[in-house]
């Protein structure tokens, strides 16, 4: 419910973790570059590959002090998560529909939906700013900027 | 120093073109919007908007994103002191006094103490760079690999030292950043690494994406979860209001010239503006009269603040300019823009890119002065945008942010990475991990390496190089004090047998 949620120690503990594995990437791609001395002076691995230790020390500090942390407070409660997740989900659509449906299309269907689905807004209000906003960003990219935004089926209709 | 002064007033003739007035004004408008809403502020509404530039030449395309940067710096106290949100996190200070002073109705004097303090600090820190930066630039001329690396080393240092972030969170997330950058081809050799057999991280992570995620996206997520709802004070502004204010503004000179200091200091040494206006504001509060009174809407409490965080936030400008090291991710999203536009950050660029820097320079004085004007005249106009519901905001910005990294290099992949930054972004900040080194590593990482290894190979792999004369021992050593700074002054305060302070 409203007053219930990950812990914030839990979640402090797993970023550590994945830092640590992070940096573990980061040791085993620099090996595998070469870490010693070549030719041209240190390889490609030598510096990243310090970084690295460096990256999964720091993080060891960083579980052990999250470890000692009080495991009563929350890091946020799943009402305000859902909210969260409500802009994650859609803008992760978004961003991979995005190649595919040209920007323009995706960015009215993303502006409307937001605006429907988490503002309450009557549709014809949502869709006027959602067809609004990126007919304007077509105008200052393309024409004004000459800057060429990804575009998909429908603008190659309409010959834009 | 002479030849300077008749570079500066150069300077000012490219700015008074009425082309580059007019970006000027542009940039001042969009930065102040940029500063005004959740999710955009300086750095990643300077990334977002760079490609726009790419057709411009270098100098008009610095004195707009500069003007931009001053407008988002102004904007930040319209937030805070109408609506007690901070717009940026270098404002959180102003909100302790300039809100309260909302709530007693005298919001007109609250915003113009906060603006024209703004000016005074960025104004102090334009002529500190004005004085400054051309001998900075001089003596590092003759920087070689090991000082170049030094002055990196007191960079990232200084960080770790004086962050007032969990050190260790520090170093992981900078270490990453360094990471990230290390991705790609290797400069200095020529050959792949770190790319695990993708090719679309043939050319590495660029910062300007990260950027726009972690501050843009993650600052949306962020402002999600707390379902912010904007209750404003009204702002009423008129000439009255602000002639009042200036003939009392005088009496603060003290405290001005403090904040003008320390934001100063801060900025150049990368500690950055948010540090600064918290310093000041502390260091007013124990010092002045009315101190008790600080957090009641005291007009020092908004002064002190705002100075400071102008200043740094101006002078962080100073390093990147002289020596090619950003003080600020901001600074560090304009050093990306040089890169762009052809130009080689660095102390050359004093030499060979005289129009160019003293533009900038000369874009500063003009560009603060008509930010003041423009900000002081629009308030309730900026005001009203921020009574636009979230609802609609939000996925407006969310738009605007995929724009700004698809354009960065017409790439649909970065798009996405902006995406993941973004709920990294998240994560980081609700866990304490500060942002900033992050982004100053992706961008410096590759220079920082290259500096790092080319010593090394001068000296054969023996890392005395880094104390092999005395002013490259010297900044090295200083690095190492800003390093250990906070347990050097716990040590320090206990040989005094002061108590200490938390």
Known sequence: MATDGPPHRSVEIAVAIICLIFG??????????????????????????????????????????????????LFANWGQLGQVLAVVIPTTVYVLVLPYT?????????????????????WHTALIVGVAVPVAIYFMFEKWFLVPLPKGPLEDWLGL | ?????????????????????????????????????????GANGIAILLPLTFSMSPTSAIIMLSCIYWGALFGGAITSVLFNIPGEPWSVATTFDGYPMAQQGKAGEALTAAFTS??????????????????????????????KFSVFFLAFCSFIGMGKEPPFKTVASMMIGFALAAVGLDSVTGSLRLTFGFTELLNGF???????????????LLTMEEGLSFKGKAAGINPRVVLQTWMELPRYWMVSLRSCLIGCWMGISPAGATPASFMSYGIAQRISKRGKNFGNGEIEGVVAPETAAHAAGTSALLPML???????????????????????PGPLLFVEQKDFVWGLIASMYLGN?????????????????????????????????????????NSSFDVILMMVFGIVGYAMKKTGYPLAPMVLAIVLGDKAEEAFRQSLLASGGNLGVFFSNGLVAT????????????????????????????
Request: charge should be neutral; charged fraction near 5%; hydrophobic fraction near 60%.
């Open chain 2, 475 to 502: 900044i090295m050593v200083l690095g190492l004090v800003a390093l250990f700074w906070g347990v050097i002054a716990s040590a320090w305060s206990r040989l005094r047998g002061v108590p200490k302070t938390a």
């Open chain 2, 206 to 220: 660029d910062f300007l994406i990260a950027v726009i995620g972690l501050f843009g996206i993650g600052e949306i």
């Open chain 2, 118 to 147: 703004s000016f005074v600090g960025a104004l102090f820190a334009v002529i500190v760079i004005t004085l400054v930066a051309p001998l900075v630039a001089q003596f590092a001329l003759e920087f070689g690999p090991a000082e």
């Open chain 2, 322 to 344: 002289a020596l090619g090291v950003p003080g600020s991710p901001t600074a560090a999203v304009l050093l990306g823009g040089l890169l762009i536009w052809g130009l080689q």
């Open chain 1, 24 to 73: 573990g990437i980061t040791i085993f791609g620099s090996l595998s570059a070469g870490i010693g001395w070549g030719a041209e002076g240190p390889q490609s691995g030598f510096f990243p590959f310090y970084i690295g230790v460096i990256i999964i020390l720091s993080s060891l500090i960083n579980l052990k002090n999250a470890w000692a942390l009080d495991p009563q407070p």
């Open chain 2, 1 to 41: 120093m002479l030849e300077d002064i008749g570079n500066l007033f150069h300077g000012f003739a490219v700015v008074i073109q009425p082309f580059n007035i007019l970006l000027m004004v542009v940039g001042i408008l969009l930065g102040v919007i940029i500063g005004v809403l959740p999710g955009l502020g």
């Open chain 1, 102 to 122: 040209g920007i323009y299309v995706s960015s009215i269907v993303l502006i409307t939906g937001f605006m429907i689905w988490l503002g309450r807004y009557r």
């Open chain 2, 369 to 409: 002065l008509v930010g003041l004007i423009i900000v002081l005249t629009c308030v309730p106009l900026f005001a009203a945008i921020l009574r636009i519901p979230f609802s609609i905001i939000a996925p407006i910005i969310l738009v605007i942010c995929a724009i700004g990294a698809y354009t960065v290099h």
